[in-house]
């Protein structure tokens, strides 16, 4: 069956195709989850709608929380949408959910200061138009409301990895040529000014907010410098960071010839294995009140 390149990264190409490094994304997702929940102060009986729901992880999560009260499952993908509702009914809660197709910079489809929550994760690093965005979650929540949203501050990792010898946060000084030529893959795909994912950082993140009216604006920066998590080879090489660019696999078939291929391969996998590089993350936690 095909699917749109929603569901299809985010139900298959972010695991890897490895049942062990999704169990570790899902425990990794958790409590970002819960955090994002908190912050939104849910209580019964409200109504919550998740912009960009993807598999419902945000949602499902509220309904968890709550033992009564509603949620929108909103998502630019019909395969998506058509996803959460299966598993909206497979766990006996299709008459505590709605679905709607919807872009997160045009929720026309609500009505204004219609739901008490919204919540997301994630989704506005896909969304050019982020200050209609937020304007939009303005409007649909009732005087009150909050908003809450986790995004990955993917810019701050950009500047080390531009520099030559550093591929994806390992050392690659004795094939900066060959390394090259796979960040110029990327970097064609996500360039650094333009693209959603990267043009934008936690500052703008409060400005957005604070333009589309928000009163009370909280936001919680957390940085982490830290050494590589995983040792997986096979989950570092076919996993894709985000639905719109290849895996490092695929991008390697693209580019390089087989001796180049073999001499990344010979630099690089015993650095993962080995766990001997640096990553910079950086993600944001924003919570406000209209
Ligand atoms: C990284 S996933 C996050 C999914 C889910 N929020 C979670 O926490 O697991 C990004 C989601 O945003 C959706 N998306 C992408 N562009 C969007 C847009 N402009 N408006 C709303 N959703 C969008 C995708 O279909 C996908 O489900």
């Known amino acids: 069956m095909s699917r749109d390149i929603w569901s299809e ?5 972010r695991f890897g195709g490895d049942a062990q490094h ?12 819960d955090k994002v929940l908190h912050n939104a102060r849910l209580a019964e009986g409200q109504t919550v709608l ?26 630019i993908s019909q395969d998506l949408l058509e996803y959460v509702q299966s598993l909206a009914r497979d766990m006996g809660l299709l008459d505590r959910c709605q679905f709607v197709r919807a872009p997160a910079e045009d929720l026309s489809a609500l009505d204004d200061a219609s739901v008490d929550v919204v919540a997301l994760r994630s989704v506005l690093i896909y969304v050019s138009a982020k200050q209609q965005a937020f304007r939009e979650f303005y409007r649909v929540l009732r005087p009150g409301g909050r908003l809450s949203l986790f995004e990955p501050i993917n810019r701050f990792g950009i500047a080390a990895s531009d520099q030559p010898h550093v591929f994806a946060g390992y050392d690659v000084t004795p094939v900066i040529d060959i390394a090259q030529k796979i960040k110029a893959v990327y970097r064609q795909l996500q360039p650094v000014d333009s693209d959603p ?18 009163g009370e604006i909280h936001l919680e920066l957390q940085v982490d410098i830290v050494p590589p998590e995983d040792d997986d080879w096979h ?16 991008a390697m078939q693209q ?35 209209k």
């Open 50 to 75: 998740d912009v960009g729901c993807g598999d419902g992880l945000i949602g499902f999560g509220a309904l968890e929380k709550i033992a009564s009260g509603t949620v929108i499952l909103s998502d």
């Open 9 to 13: 990264w985010l139900l298959h190409r």
């Open 22 to 33: 999704m169990q570790k994304v899902l425990d990794f997702l958790r409590p970002i989850r």
């Open 235 to 250: 989950a570092f090489i076919g996993t894709a960071g985000n639905p719109n660019i290849p895996t490092l696999e695929e």
């Open 197 to 214: 994912m990267l043009n934008f950082d936690e500052r703008d993140l409060i400005a957005y907010a604070e333009q589309a009216g928000f």
């Open 255 to 289: 580019v390089l010839t087989l001796d180049e291929m073999e001499r990344l391969v010979a630099c690089l996998r015993p650095l993962v294995e080995s766990r001997q590089g640096i990553h910079r993350r950086a993600v944001a936690y924003l919570w406000t009140v």
